[in-house]
């Protein structure tokens, strides 16, 4: 069965600090991995990742993925508590045409 | 705002009734996606639709079902509704249904079956 998993669940942080949340998956067809915020509504789209080693950067997030040992991280530098939400991962599979998700971490960054 | 329309925002309902679920996708978007967000199961892949036709499914019940019309809104048939089909839906679409191109989520519909 394909798996999206993300760890930490939760994570309370300070603002200003650095987080790293992480996404491992077992997938068949692998075609890409894609990284969404939640806050109240819409997951919204942050990066999509198909190629090892090679950083996506916006402003204070970047991610990369590293496909040899099916994971990838997103962090975020000094930390806002605008960043505070629900992080998803997914898995695109090719083939099956669909997007798996993982459960997701939820992010509080306090003042 | 990611372009992609969902109406309603919230239903209430009975157990055993029977609700639509609407969704226009953003301009251009051939590829619809419906998903199911509870609080205990994350977001759960039910069906996908690519120029008005079934591409994919996934965990859907018997009881729903979705159909994509030529003018590539889509709709989301629940019926026999129970207690546990509560939850947030969300309609997706992209540009091309493949891997290249990211899925941009509509705001949801609140479904509370009471």
């Known amino acids: 069965e394909d798996k999206v998993v993300q760890s930490p669940l939760s994570l309370v942080v300070h603002e200003g600090d650095t987080v790293t949340l992480n996404c491992s998956y077992e997938?068949?067809?692998?075609?890409?991995l894609l990284w969404y915020k939640q806050e109240k509504k819409a997951p919204t789209f942050l990066f999509m990742l198909?190629?090892?080693?090679i950083e996506k950067k916006s402003g204070r997030l970047s991610s990369i993925l590293d496909k040899k040992e099916l994971f990838s991280i997103l962090n975020i530098t000094a930390t806002q508590t605008g960043d505070s939400a629900v992080y998803l991962c997914a898995v695109y599979l090719q083939g099956a045409q669909k997007l798996v998700f993982g459960q997701g971490t939820r992010l509080t960054i306090n003042p | 705002d990611s372009g992609v329309t969902q109406t309603p925002k919230h239903l209430i309902t009975a157990t055993g009734q029977r609700v639509t679920l609407r969704c226009s996708p953003r301009?251009?978007?051939?590829?619809v996606y419906w998903y199911q967000q509870s609080l205990d199961q994350g977001l759960q892949f039910l069906i996908q639709?690519?120029?008005?036709?079934?591409?994919a499914k996934g965990n859907i019940l018997e009881r729903f079902s979705a159909q994509q019309f030529p003018d590539l809104h889509s709709e989301l048939n629940l019926s026999s509704l129970e207690l546990g089909d509560s939850a947030l839906y969300f309609c997706a679409s992209s540009s091309l249904g493949s891997y290249n191109s990211p899925l941009h989520f509509g705001n949801g519909t609140r479904l509370t079956v009471t």
């Open positions: 301009s251009g978007d051939l590829s």
């Open positions: 639709y690519y120029n008005g036709e079934e591409r």
């Open positions: 997938v068949t067809n692998f075609r890409s």
């Open positions: 198909t190629s090892s080693g």
